[in-house]
């Protein structure tokens, strides 16, 4: 199957910093890469979509001058957390579909858990 | 936000028992994935289904897709302690967004 790295694999920061986390597609090309935030304990709640060559598309609820998000090249695409705060702390895993026949398809990355002390 | 209900939550049983783990939806999905997930790990799919009524087997599972495309179940039989993790169902409607609404997860431990 398609490989979906991340990284860091984990990373602590200070309240009011900012911390990047980059998704890349290893073996494929991926106009497209979704970012998900799981809690401990709970399921995957999206993020954002991140489309190559343009614009994010963040879902209700999530501030987009927070979570910056940056698609540059087919096969990257990074989550900035600006101005960290303790709530920040979770687990951020990001997926992409292969392109193969089914775009609901996605593998997924190995997520970075993210520490706001 | 489409909803989907997983059930059970949360399930403990022995090594060798039989189990079934529910996803339901009132919505249509045009395509249902199952994922498992370790923990801190991403989850890694299982199985997809797309048509009303497909049963598919991946080994002791069992992944079924309702008749309407808004349920689905996955069956497991004779569960391993390696069967342990989280399961987590999503579907994918037909909006060409092709973002995948997940379940609310279910938390299997086998006991040895």
């Known amino acids: 199957g398609a490989v979906v790295s991340q990284h860091p694999s984990w990373v602590i920061c200070k309240s009011g910093t900012s911390v990047k986390i980059e998704c890349r597609s290893l073996d494929f090309q991926a106009t497209t890469m979704f970012w998900y935030r799981q809690f401990p304990k709970q399921s995957l709640m999206l993020m954002a979509t991140s489309n190559e060559g343009s614009k994010a598309t963040y879902e209700q609820g999530v501030e987009k001058d927070k979570f910056l998000i940056n698609h540059a090249s087919l096969t990257l695409s990074t989550l900035t957390v600006t101005s960290a705060h303790p709530e920040d702390s979770s687990f951020y895993i990001c997926?992409?579909?292969?392109?193969?026949?089914?775009?609901?398809?996605?593998?997924f990355g190995p997520g970075t858990r993210l520490t706001v002390t | 936000t489409q909803l989907l209900e997983q059930s059970p939550q949360f399930l403990s049983i022995q090594e060798g028992e039989n189990l079934t783990v529910y996803c339901n939806s009132s919505s249509v999905f045009s395509s249902l994935q199952w994922y498992r997930q370790e923990p801190g790990e991403g989850p890694v799919l299982l199985v997809t289904?797309?048509?009303?009524?497909e049963v598919k087997k991946l080994k002791r599972l069992t992944f079924q897709f309702g008749d309407a495309r808004k349920d689905s179940s996955l069956h497991i039989t004779a569960a391993q302690p390696g069967d342990t993790g989280l399961y987590l169902c999503?579907?994918?409607?037909?909006?060409?967004?092709?973002?995948?609404?997940f379940g609310t997860g279910t938390r299997l431990t086998v006991i040895p």
């Open positions: 289904v797309v048509t009303g009524g």
């Open positions: 999503a579907g994918g409607e037909r909006t060409g967004a092709n973002n995948l609404f």
């Open positions: 997926s992409a579909p292969e392109g193969g026949y089914n775009p609901y398809e996605q593998y």
